[in-house]
């Protein structure tokens, strides 16, 4: 007892870290907390980099794919740019979501952290601790961050190690074979070593520009669908642990009809958190499909060579990402759903008339699960995992 008693209760700060912090390492701050001139700079340097090396990328990968004949009859690369292309589609459509919502995204993470328990006690009677990022999500984030490493740095280490070997088995005839992430070609040649250096560098701000989008977007919608998950579970809790009297009806209604006002607050949150990332949701289905099904392919052709395996990875880190996002959509139905019967579980027949037809009515209203939907067509839940709709994952 003692122990849980000590135990840190989560703050609103910590629950935001993560995605706050992706987000500030490749120069974007939502949020604009205070920082030094020279910070702010590099920040905003870091980002314009990334910015202009992601659309110098994708714009001559976009050219190879007009130019067909630089791919035509060579199955590996088209299922590498069409693993690329989908993988792009999907980012860019996250890029322009995320900074035309990136107003309201604010607006609704700072009424969230108005409503989050402000002290400890409130924080434990809250049990914030349960909802804080559970292990098997946070593992899940490593692997793909450490994945997607793997994808881009991967070339340039088998590289390395291509080129040591034939060290070792010709000596002087050894030739270095610069393998590159992204197969296109360039505005210039790439093989040579300062043109390696600087072609590694565009790729990697490239890559760390778009993937920050692709799965931090992701991680915001799950953050925020977390803080919606808290105050449907305290107000399920709440309804659970009343003791109604007949000998105070007009304050056990008083307390009906606060949590009548607070559920329906948090469903107005959960409203804009769906209008914000509905579309992405839908076109999220569609991209995370043709990118698992080329990444998998792709996979095959290459077999068991460090590109294989390392593809082989990313295709788990992107069935993942998407397992991510169906968790968090299935945890918002069972605890909004859950309402009803935490009001059954009660002493609800010690209440007054009043208040037992008052309770009635609220089972009846919050019966309907609050859901995440790709735009009101598909709800997101682990049942969309396991069992995709057609033409969808």
Not at 16 to 26: A, E, G, V
Not at 174 to 179: C, N, R
Not at 260 to 287: C, P, Q, W
Not at 296 to 304: H, N, P, V
Request: aromatic fraction near 16%.
């Amino acid at each position: 007892m003692a122990k849980a008693e000590e135990e840190i209760q989560r703050s609103y700060e910590e629950f935001i870290h993560i995605p706050n912090m992706m987000f500030k390492l490749i120069g974007y701050d939502l949020f604009d907390s205070p920082k030094p001139l020279w910070l702010k700079l590099l920040m905003r340097a870091y980002f314009l980099v990334g910015l202009a090396s992601h659309y110098y990328i994708i714009s001559y990968m976009m050219l190879r794919i007009i130019q067909w004949e630089t791919l035509a009859g060579d199955p590996v690369t088209i299922m590498r740019y069409a693993e690329i292309f989908f993988l792009t589609i999907n980012s860019e459509i996250k890029i322009f979501t995320f900074l035309y919502y990136r107003n309201r995204i604010r607006e609704l993470s700072d009424k969230l952290r108005f409503i989050f328990p402000r002290n400890k006690s409130e924080r434990r009677d809250y049990n914030v601790n349960l909802y804080y990022w559970p292990r098997l999500i946070r593992y899940g984030f490593y692997y793909f961050v450490m994945v997607t490493l793997l994808v881009i740095f991967g070339p340039c280490l088998q590289s390395a190690c291509m080129y040591l070997y034939q060290r070792f088995t010709v000596g002087n005839a050894a030739k270095f074979p610069y393998l590159r992430a992204y197969p296109m070609q360039l505005s210039y040649d790439a093989n040579s070593p300062l043109n390696y250096v600087l072609t590694q560098i565009l790729e990697f701000t490239c890559s760390h520009f778009f993937m920050t989008f692709n799965i931090g977007t992701d991680v915001w919608m799950m953050c925020l669908t977390c803080q919606i998950c808290i105050h449907f579970a305290h107000l399920g809790q709440q309804l659970a642990n009343y003791s109604p009297s007949r000998e105070r009806s007009t304050e056990d209604c008083e307390f009906l009809v606060s949590v009548v006002r607070r559920h329906n607050h948090v469903l107005s949150l959960h409203k804009e958190l769906n209008d914000i990332f509905g579309m992405l949701l839908a076109y999220n289905l569609f991209t995370t499909a043709s990118t698992l099904c080329c990444v998998a392919f792709y996979t095959i052709l290459r077999g068991l060579t460090l590109y294989g395996v390392s593809f082989l990875s990313f295709f788990i880190s992107c069935a993942s990402q998407f397992y991510m996002v169906c968790y968090y959509g299935q945890l918002l139905i069972d605890l909004s759903e859950a309402l009803p019967q935490a009001a059954y579980t009660q002493n609800w027949y010690d209440g007054s008339p009043m208040y037992r037809k008052q309770l009635l009515l609220i089972m009846s209203t919050t019966g309907k699960p609050a859901v995440l939907t790709a735009k009101g067509v598909i709800i997101i839940s682990l049942d969309t995992f396991k069992n995709p709709p057609q033409g969808g994952v």
